[in-house]
């Protein structure tokens, strides 16, 4: 399989960086752009694009700002969904991308509803990964309570047991050598030979600067902006606790076109290569643009 580094500049002078893989099949449709989580990056794809690729696709994991191979901000405060769908606007103009289907995991996803309101005529379909309009309180304070922290490791074993630390509720079934796999997804190791996170912490600024009194933002808007763009599909993992039911319900009330596919034993967030998300993406794929 062909993979490449695709590199563009950000709206503000940011090298930013993705994988770019090559269709292995005959073309079928639109580009796929997967845009990772919170404090993750292009490397949670690797499984899913190889076999979205060998469906005709090309596939363009990308690495947010901050993450991965893209540049740190100097300015911790443009971390926020608002930067990252400009940053995207700029990726489509960069490779002369004109509509693509986007799947977006977790921040991806938001990022995708934002990307609906400045530039809809990109959107051929939406692939939303454990995320909503709404997110609940419970899992928003999990992921508050470690982005930024601890960032350095002694050993690849180190690496893994964080990774469990953090993810272990989410994947019950995981064994030691997904652990193994999963730290090497997460962490970077420097040519000093240093074990770092795959992030900058500084990502973590506009939790600690946001008003802990304020109410949630109503991202309804954005959400029926996206419906509106082409279809939608929600995985959500079965034990999620950033997507709860009831919020699956307000999405369906907003957006009844939306399909639905959940994950067994899984929280937030699938990989999206299990057996139920696979299944439902690729049907979803063979309808889209």
């Given at each position: 399989m062909s993979?490449?580094?695709?590199?563009?500049?950000?709206?503000?002078g940011l090298a930013l960086h993705a994988r770019d893989y090559a269709p292995t099949a005959p073309v079928s449709g639109a580009p796929v752009i997967c845009i990772h989580g919170l404090t993750r990056n292009a490397r949670d794809f690797?499984?899913?694009a190889r076999r979205v690729a060998a469906l005709g696709r090309r596939v363009i994991a990308v690495d947010v700002r901050g993450r991965g191979r893209s540049a740190r901000d100097p300015q911790p405060l443009n971390y926020h969904p608002g930067t990252y769908a400009m940053d995207v606007v700029a990726l489509l103009e960069a490779t002369g991308i004109e509509?693509?289907?986007?799947?977006?995991?977790?921040?991806?996803?938001?990022i995708a509803m934002v990307l609906a309101s400045i530039r809809p005529e990109a959107i051929a379909g939406v692939v939303l990964n454990d995320v909503g309009p709404e997110l609940s309180p419970v899992g928003l304070a999990r992921i508050g309570g470690y982005v930024g922290g601890d960032s350095a490791f002694a050993t690849w074993d180190e690496a893994a047991a964080y990774a469990k630390t953090i993810n272990g509720a989410a994947f019950p079934d995981h064994d030691d050598a997904d652990w193994a796999a999963?730290?090497?997804r997460l962490v970077d190791e420097t040519p000093e030979g240093a074990l770092v996170l795959a992030y900058?912490?500084?990502?973590?600024?506009?939790f600690k600067a946001a008003d802990p009194e304020a109410p949630p933002a109503d991202m309804t808007p954005l959400f029926r902006a996206l419906a509106a763009c082409g279809p939608v599909l929600l995985v959500r993992g079965e034990i999620s606790d950033?997507?709860?039911?009831p919020i699956v319900e307000r999405m369906r009330a907003a957006a009844p076109a939306m399909t639905y596919a959940e994950v067994p034993g899984v929280g937030h967030a699938?990989?999206?290569?299990?057996?139920?998300?696979?299944?439902?993406?690729?049907?979803?794929?063979?309808?889209?643009?």
């Open positions: 993979v490449a580094d695709l590199t563009w500049s950000s709206p503000d690797e499984d899913l509509r693509a289907t986007f799947i977006g995991t977790s921040m991806g996803g938001i999963f730290a090497r900058d912490p500084e990502i973590a600024a506009p950033l997507i709860d039911p699938p990989m999206l290569t299990e057996p139920e998300a696979w299944d439902a993406i690729a049907a979803f794929l063979a309808e889209a643009d």
